[in-house]
């Protein structure tokens, strides 16, 4: 059964993986795959979880000192961390790593990383030095498109945006107010679609 290595932020994606191995998916484990916003990789070591508030990096989209997925996880492993470790791994990738993986594989492979996927690739291939009889699948989170300005600083590189987004980036911005209770919600959607 294969490993997934996930880049983790809020760690939905991660609790929705775990949540369909319950229910039958045949995964040997996950890999949670952090930035220095570490909490989990933290939790994972020491058996304390400690939130906090969290630090900018190049990773932004996983910029989350205290991810709210994390308490479906206590939840669903009893909040006992030998459980969570029977289920997943953890690490963390600091940006200058997160610099070095991207460079490299695009020197190498000539392939254009985002940072997120970058840190993921690295922790996956941390866990594969250990593991070296696993079958590791790193989720790739992001176009590179969609972070532009870290991609153009690390590589010197502007992508392109996939055909996809390109065509959003003129449209119109449109932002409607609504009241946060369902009777508004209900009218506002049955007014517009």
């Known amino acids: 059964h294969p490993v997934f290595c996930v880049p983790s932020g809020n760690f939905g994606n991660l609790t929705a993986g775990i949540y369909a191995a319950q229910w039958g998916l045949p995964v040997e484990q996950f890999v949670a795959a952090t930035n220095t916003n570490n909490v989990v990789p933290e939790f994972m070591e020491k058996g304390i979880y400690s939130p906090r508030a969290s630090v900018s990096t190049l990773s932004n989209a996983m910029d989350v000192g205290a991810p709210s997925n994390f308490e479906r996880l206590n939840r669903l492993f009893d909040g006992n961390v030998k459980n969570f470790r029977s289920h997943m791994a953890a690490d963390w990738v600091s940006d200058r790593d997160t610099e070095m993986t991207m460079t490299r594989m695009y020197r190498e492979q000539n392939y254009l990383m985002c940072p997120h996927t970058a840190v993921g690739y690295l922790a996956a291939e941390r866990y594969l030095k250990v593991h070296k009889n696993s079958s590791v699948i790193s989720l790739s989170t992001a176009h590179p498109g969609k972070f532009v300005e870290v991609v153009d600083k690390v ?30 919600i209900k009218t506002y959607l049955k007014s517009h679609f």
């Not at 502007?158 to 609504?178: D, G, H, W």
């Open 155 to 184: 590589l010197g590189i502007k992508p392109e945006l996939p055909p996809a987004l390109q065509a959003l980036i003129n449209r119109e911005k449109k932002s409607i107010p609504v009241e946060n209770r369902v009777d508004e």
